[in-house]
């Protein structure tokens, strides 16, 4: 099988786009990914993989409106795109084959605990 | 809720600056939409906090990225001119050599200059310390002298509070020193008072310090002298005897004092009570001047007010018109008017120095900037290139600025290593110590980095304003043309480098004719082949025996003897009347006492009267002769015979000598009254000499000395070369400036001859084509040199009013001068043209005899 593993904030932010649909742009892409990880997000650690996965064709935006509260300054939309879909499925499926045979794992966290 | 709330303009100006190389609007936008979010819900405060924390995170990212991206570019400015200097050796080396030339001279002219301005500041004490000096009105205007009667150090002291210490000193000169059987003969001795070494600092390596002063028979001795002496012994304790007479116990050493003091070296200090021993020494007569005196300031007090209140002390004490002020120490160097010997003022010669290095330096940028330029069009691709890839106009810039700043650098490298090697000789020459070291620390290394800066920044200002301006098209396209238009700057530029250069010359030439005029000038008097010895006070009761000892030697023509030497006569005094005086206009006569053969032996020639004579019993006590300048002071009528009293002395003028020179030529000749002296007053014996064989009349004469005076070394001088000594510091610096004028010349040559090979390089093809249709070499050294020619008499003509205008400045300082002739100008201009002709000649003497097949095959 031929494929490009996908950064581990690659992966979420690609999937946080997905979840958002149509309200993808940097501001809530922060918020959910903080959320869902607990931690907060930098900028930078946002925009970099959104660049990344943009030229990688996983996602694809285009500018909407110019709005006042953001100093009169346009919105980037993310979409994904269909590469993109397949990569996340294609993680999807990683992780249940992966952690499906954790049987060393799971004995040993009980053993600790 | 209210969204619309945006961030103040600078933190967004800020967050832009610092945002790396992919962010764009819509990312600011997001920042700004958060901080919107943010006031809204806790206030505006905290959200700018939180938006200057965003930025903040932004920065070591943004740091980094920059120096990397600085590094890369600054890598590949230094390799692209390092190949270029690599290309063209020897472009590079008269760039290098040319400005590594002019940072020397400019190096050596500052630390002379911070060494001269360095006099008398490191007495720790020198902000408050003074030398009380002397207004005294006399007929010729307003004398300004440094000596002091003796009671006025002891009268200030305890009449002003504001006074804190004061010392007197008897400059002495050189002294004959026995320790044991050896006996010394170069001790130069000061007479001081114990405060001496409270007020300047000349530290205290053994011993006691001034404190022993106090005491007779102690001596204080330099560090130097004492290891002459006595060796590796301690000299503390240890007996001197001087003059052969008075016995001394050494108390003290002192470090040897440096040059940059105003009080001449000494090696030996006596205490004050020394002068007890002397029975001319009067300690209470206000009417001597013959005694330095300094003084230290409370530092609460202003000297202006100490000026206003001391002014009249001598008024009040004698009843003459002297005004007393003080004059700060550390500016007696280079400020004081008021000298022992009237010399040019030495701040005069640091002005002249720093416009000749700031000359220097900019004829050296100017060559720079010059080759630089020229070479330009082998740039100009680099140049479009950077450009067509991104290089904005303030990138080439800073890259020119850069490369002439690297260049300067190496160049400084060179020029340290010059000054390194040329220093000693330098030193020897001036007559100071200054060690490279000195360029190192403090003033002088602001100068020197300032120098480095200045030079950088002025030699690449035109190529890097010039080369930045080229149109990418036109520099890749090779359209570009430094053709006649471009090269008008350069046109500038060359005739700047040669004007500085012609008033170089010109000053030089102006320099050496009148140490010249001043050499040969006839100054009424004959010193050639005549000798000087000196005598001491004991020596003076045998000095008729030696006179008649060497005066019965065949080859001596003349003996005779004086009070002071011919080149100086340093006593002076008002106390003169004579018949018809006006009481109220005060007349300062020079005087002088002499032997009866006095004016045979100088040569003196009489305009009226007769000379001393012994036929005239009177004459030794009663006669007087005047010179001409005193007798038209004496007024209408000959002088002779009326009655005039001087010297103490009431007697009569017998006759009236021609003017002679008795001061250096920077002063005029003022009134000067003689009379005969007995042995008494004979300081020295003039013995006039045959000029042959020089060498054995002059141990003949020690023989004779020797047995007069067996325990004194013989020390004798010729009158010419201390005359000439007068005029030493002069010579000193005429050389100097000639030195760096010739300097100049080479630096503006090199440029030349480096333009010159750049012009013949693009003219190739046109020679070639001249020749072809019958050009012969004359006529093409004529079409390459036609224009170098114009250039350099522009030159001329600019450089001609500001060369006599310096000149003249200069000359000012002298009471005989020459006149400026159109001679200096002529020959200046001969020089100037001849060697910028050399350096083109040298350049296009092979493109003219090329054969035009080489150059124009390529078509």
């Not at chain 2, 008398?120 to 004398?143: A, K, M, T, Y």
């Not at chain 2, 002390?313 to 007696?332: M, R, T």
């Not at chain 2, 000959?638 to 250096?664: L, T």
């Amino acid at each position: 099988m031929k494929m490009k593993f996908l950064s581990r904030p690659e992966e979420i932010i690609l999937h946080a786009v997905q979840e958002l649909q149509e309200d993808a742009y940097c501001v809530p892409i922060r918020k959910y990914v903080s959320r869902l990880t607990g931690k907060a997000w930098s900028f930078g650690a946002v925009y970099v993989p959104l660049q990344r996965l943009e030229k990688k064709g996983l996602l694809k935006s285009h500018l909407d409106d110019p709005l006042p509260m953001r100093g009169g300054k346009s919105r980037r939309i993310y979409r994904i795109t269909s590469p993109g879909l397949k990569a996340l499925a294609e993680v999807r499926k990683l992780h249940d084959s992966m952690w499906a045979g954790a049987t060393n794992f799971e004995r040993k966290r009980k053993m600790s605990s | 809720m209210k969204l619309d709330v945006n961030p103040p303009k600078f933190l967004v100006w800020l967050l832009l600056r610092v945002l790396p190389g992919y962010a764009d609007d819509t990312n600011v936008g997001d920042f700004q939409e958060e901080y919107s979010q943010f006031a809204a819900e806790r206030g505006r405060l905290l959200a700018n906090i939180w938006f200057l924390f965003q930025i903040g995170k932004s920065v070591p990212a943004f740091v980094a990225d920059t120096i990397r991206f600085r590094l890369m570019m600054l890598k590949n400015y230094a390799t692209v001119s390092w190949r270029n200097m690599k290309r063209d050796k020897t472009y590079s080396f008269i760039n290098i050599a040319g400005l590594a030339v002019g940072l020397a001279c400019c190096l050596l002219i500052t630390l002379w200059i911070l060494d001269e301005r360095s006099y008398d500041r490191f007495h720790e004490n020198h902000d408050r310390l003074f030398r009380v000096v002397v207004d005294q009105p006399s007929s010729g205007g307003i004398r300004k002298i440094v000596a002091t009667p003796p009671p006025l150090g002891p009268a200030l002291k305890n009449g002003f509070p504001e006074i804190v210490e004061t010392t007197r000193l008897s400059y002495w000169g050189s002294v004959p020193l026995r320790a044991g059987d050896r006996s010394f003969n170069e001790s130069d001795m000061i007479v001081v008072e114990p405060a001496f070494f409270d007020l300047f600092t000349f530290p205290i390596t053994r011993g006691e310090g001034g404190a022993a002063l106090n005491e007779p028979n102690s001596a204080l001795i330099s560090e130097r002298r004492a290891a002459s002496i006595f060796g590796n012994e301690d000299p503390v304790g240890k007996t001197i005897m001087i003059d052969n007479r008075f016995d001394y116990i050494v108390r003290g050493v002192f470090r040897d004092v440096p040059n940059n003091t105003h009080i001449r070296p000494f090696d030996l200090v006596l205490p004050w009570s020394h002068l007890d021993h002397m029975d001319w020494y009067e300690p209470d007569s206000w009417g001597t001047y013959s005694y330095r005196t300094y003084v230290l300031l409370d530092e609460r007090v202003s000297i202006q007010d100490v000026n206003r209140k001391i002014s009249n002390l001598i008024q009040n004490n004698s009843g003459s018109k002297a005004k007393i002020l003080l004059e700060p120490v550390a500016d007696i160097h280079l400020h004081s008017h008021y000298r022992l010997s009237t010399g040019l003022r030495g701040i005069v010669y640091v002005y002249i120095f720093s416009v000749v290095a700031f000359f220097i330096l900019l004829i050296a940028c100017v060559n720079f900037m010059n080759l630089t330029t020229a070479r330009s069009f082998n740039r100009a691709r680099e140049i479009g290139m950077r450009k067509t890839l991104g290089a904005l106009r303030r990138h080439v810039i800073v890259q020119f600025f850069g490369e002439s700043m690297f260049m300067t650098v190496y160049a400084l490298v060179l020029a340290l290593a010059i000054v390194g090697i040329v220093l000693p000789e330098f030193n020897q020459f001036t007559g100071k110590q200054i060690s490279i070291r000195s360029l190192f620390d403090g003033q002088a290394l602001i100068v020197l980095v300032g120098i480095t800066l200045f030079t950088g920044c002025v030699a690449g200002s035109y190529p890097a304003l010039y080369l930045s301006s080229f149109r990418p098209i036109h520099a890749l396209s090779r359209v570009l043309q430094t053709g006649k238009k471009k090269s008008g700057f350069r046109r500038v530029l060359v005739t700047l480098q040669f004007t500085l250069s012609i008033i170089l010359i010109i000053g030089t030439l102006a320099v050496y004719a009148q140490l010249d005029y001043v050499r040969s000038r006839k100054i009424g008097w004959d010193r050639e082949y005549l000798i000087g010895l000196s005598l001491s006070k004991e020596m003076k009761k045998s000095a008729g025996i030696l006179k008649a000892g060497i005066l019965k030697h065949p080859r001596v023509l003349n003996v005779t003897a004086a009070y002071s030497l011919p080149t100086n006569f340093e006593t002076s005094s008002s106390a003169v009347n004579w018949d018809g005086k006006d009481p109220e206009n005060v007349v300062h006569v020079t005087g002088n006492l002499v032997d009866y053969d006095f004016l045979d032996t100088l040569n003196i020639e009489m305009a009226a009267g007769r000379p001393f004579s012994k036929e005239y019993s009177t004459d030794a006590t009663e006669a007087f002769l005047i010179n001409e300048t005193l007798a038209g002071m004496m007024g209408t009528g000959s002088p002779v015979d009326a009655k005039f009293s001087f010297f103490g002395r009431e007697g009569w003028v017998v006759g009236v000598m021609k003017d002679f020179h008795f001061h250096s030529l920077r002063t005029g000749i003022g009134p000067l009254a003689i009379g005969i002296g007995s042995d008494d007053y004979w300081n020295h014996v003039l013995i006039k000499i045959h000029p042959d064989d020089i060498s054995s009349t002059l141990e003949d004469l020690q023989g004779i000395w020797k047995s007069v005076f067996p325990q004194s070394p013989f020390v004798f001088r010729f009158m010419d070369e201390q005359y000439e000594r007068q005029y030493r510091s002069e010579e000193r610096m005429g050389k100097l400036i000639n030195a760096f004028a010739v300097l100049a010349v080479f630096i503006a040559c090199l440029g030349l001859m480096g333009l010159t090979s750049f012009a013949v390089e693009q003219r190739r093809k046109e020679i070639g084509i001249r020749k072809v249709l019958g050009a012969a070499p004359g006529n093409v050294l004529w079409i390459l040199a036609r224009e170098l020619v114009s250039w350099v008499l522009v030159a001329n003509v600019i450089a001609w009013p500001f060369a006599y205008f310096m000149v003249l400045g200069w000359l000012r300082n002298f009471a005989y001068r020459i006149g400026i002739g159109l001679e200096f100008f002529i020959y200046s201009s001969f020089l100037a043209l001849a060697v910028a002709g050399i350096a083109v000649m040298i350049q296009s003497i092979r493109a003219a005899r090329s054969n035009p097949a080489d150059s124009l095959r390529f078509e």
